[in-house]
């Protein structure tokens, strides 16, 4: 009975250790998100100012988690001091990995209306050649994650995308008719026809709604997963740039709700004026009918509405080489906000300073 006890005893422990190293986990990824958030935030190359936050929340927060679970006393087993030391030590890891979660969670959303330009700042975004010739700038790289591409990779079958495939689930929401006629390049399977498919959501709200609730949750899981490789820069070869910004050209950010705003600190809007978008989408899509391109862009919040929101504006009623320079300007502006705070001393290099500091410190004087 004895055995028992003392074994329910351990399993309570460790329930209780794991649940708090978990906690430290999340609460880590919090602080980690708010304070990059904060310190990109400020004025850029506020280093001294980001120091000092990031100096304080890393103190506070060792401070905490060091003074709570299990502690030795005078007088305990080894076996019992260890286990204090190893928690604590578990606990600050954990958090510590946390921030770095949390700050690699900062990405830069670009969005707009559908054929106001998105696609194209992207690209320009991305061409190191449109750089301007400035020290940071081009040592910055910007990451594009395309969540158009990513809608259109999940639509097709499973045997091509595997997990990520809602192929199924679209074929029995809207029946075989959204097939099309020939089969798939690389596989014997027929493909979603996304023209088929686009006809019948952009023409009926309900249909709309129960192809986003099929789509969007995946969107938004390979787009998490995206961002979170990008910032963490687990995804290629180091390359010469010294600063990383993701951009995620998402159309629907603002249709998104609170979650993508709350995710999306800097938020770019590429506008431009209402006969322009329809007169561009027409030229692009020629095969559409003048009534199917004013259902595409009355399916989306009006374009001004979300100029209103925006923390950037490129307004693209111009040529090109307007649209051109003022991605540059955006350009200076983006690697700017992120020097500041990646040229900060970072968040989890402090924790893991001050909690060695802190354990040693308990080590020598118990
Ligand atoms: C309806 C589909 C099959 C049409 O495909 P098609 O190749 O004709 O268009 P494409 O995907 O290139 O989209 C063009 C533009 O339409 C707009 N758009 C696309 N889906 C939607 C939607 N559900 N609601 C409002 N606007 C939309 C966006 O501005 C997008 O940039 C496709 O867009 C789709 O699967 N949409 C659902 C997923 C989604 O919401 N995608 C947008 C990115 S999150
Ligand atoms: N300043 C410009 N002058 C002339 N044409 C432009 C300009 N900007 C974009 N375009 C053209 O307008 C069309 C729509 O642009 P783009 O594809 O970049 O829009 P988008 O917002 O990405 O569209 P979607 O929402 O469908 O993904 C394209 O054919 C593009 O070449």
Redesign the pocket.
């Known amino acids: 009975m004895a055995g028992s006890g003392s074994t329910r005893g351990l399993y309570w422990l460790l329930t209780m250790e794991l649940v708090l190293v978990l906690s430290c986990l999340i609460v880590g990824v919090i602080v980690g998100a708010v304070i990059e958030r904060l310190c990109r935030q400020m004025h850029p190359y506020a280093r001294v100012r980001n120091i000092i936050v990031k100096l304080a929340v890393a103190y506070a927060s060792v401070t905490f988690i060091i003074g709570t679970g299990p502690s030795s006393h005078e007088g305990e087993t080894d076996e019992v001091e260890i286990w204090a030391i190893l928690s604590k030590v578990m606990r600050v890891l954990t958090f510590a990995a946390g921030t770095i979660v949390g700050a690699a969670l900062q990405p830069v959303g670009l969005t707009g209306?559908?054929a106001t330009g998105?696609s194209t700042v992207s690209k320009l975004l991305q061409d190191p050649h449109s750089n301007a010739a400035d020290d940071i700038q081009t040592k910055t790289e910007f990451i594009i994650i395309d969540?158009?591409k990513i809608?259109?990779d999940i639509?097709l079958p499973k045997e091509l995308v595997q997990n990520d495939s809602v192929y199924d689930r679209l074929v029995a929401e809207f029946g075989d008719d959204i097939l099309s006629k020939n089969e798939g390049e690389n596989c014997s399977i027929p493909t979603?026809d996304?023209?088929k498919?686009?006809d019948l959501?952009?023409a009926d709200r309900q249909k709309?709604r129960r192809?986003?609730s099929i789509?969007?949750p995946k969107?938004i899981s390979i787009m998490l997963k995206r961002i979170l490789i990008e910032g963490l820069r687990l995804s290629r070869p180091k390359s010469d740039a010294k600063l990383r910004v993701v951009c995620v050209d998402?159309?629907?950010l603002y249709?998104g709700g609170l979650k993508m705003r709350l995710l999306f600190g800097n938020v770019i809007v590429v506008a431009c004026n209402p006969k322009l978008q329809l007169e561009r989408l027409r030229l692009r899509n020629p095969d559409l009918t003048l009534e199917q391109c004013q259902q595409?862009i009355a399916?989306?919040i009006p374009i001004e509405d979300k100029v209103r929101k925006a923390h950037v504006i490129l307004r693209n009623d111009g040529s090109l080489k307007s649209l051109h320079h003022q991605v540059r300007q955006v350009k200076i502006q983006l690697s700017d906000i992120v020097a500041g705070s990646q040229r900060g001393v970072e968040l989890y290099w402090l924790i893991f300073g001050f909690a060695g500091l802190r354990i040693m410190h308990s080590i020598t004087t118990s």
């Open positions: 209306g559908i998105k969540l158009d809608a259109h639509l979603i996304r023209r498919l686009g959501v952009f709309r192809l986003n789509t969007h969107i998402i159309p629907l249709e595409r399916s989306q």
